[in-house]
């Protein structure tokens, strides 16, 4: 597995060498990325999330048992908001679930307002691997660095 993905460590192996806690922080994407092909889902709702055929084998590779990754909206960032991204366990009573391919992604009520219709991607480079949000319909614009953004008025 470590050949197939380079220099990047299995699930059971970070945990190992670094004891994150829950609801860790993971990476802030950079929304501006070009579209990639999402798998097999539910025909375009204007409620619902779209993962990518990479976001869904990164899950499945990190996460274990109940885990999920949960995607955020915070204000912040230059252009007023920004996204957080981290892995957890418990499902709140104003989350929505969007589940594909066995991997989830779990959005608050409020985060969903300014996210619903995009794509959550994962990006591997040669500098950094991050999830990323991409093709957000709520979004008017992005900062240079891509990790923040404002919203359609």
Known sequence: MAAAWGLSLTAAALRAVTPWPRG?????????RAL????????????????????VRRLLEITEGSEFLRL???????SGFQYKFSLDTVINPDDRVFEQ????????SDSLAFVKGAQVDFS?????????VLNNPQ????CSCGSSFSVKL
């Open 24 to 32: 860790r922080l993971l990476a802030a994407s950079r929304g501006r």
């Open 36 to 55: 990639r092909e999402v798998s097999s889902s539910p025909e375009a709702g204007e409620g619902q999330i779209h993962l990518t055929d990479s976001c």
């Open 72 to 78: 955020e909206v915070e204000g912040g960032g230059c």
């Open 101 to 108: 391919g066995g991997a989830r992604v779990v959005v608050d």
């Open 124 to 132: 591997q480079e040669l500098i950094r691997s991050s999830f990323q």
């Open 139 to 142: 979004a008017q614009q992005g």
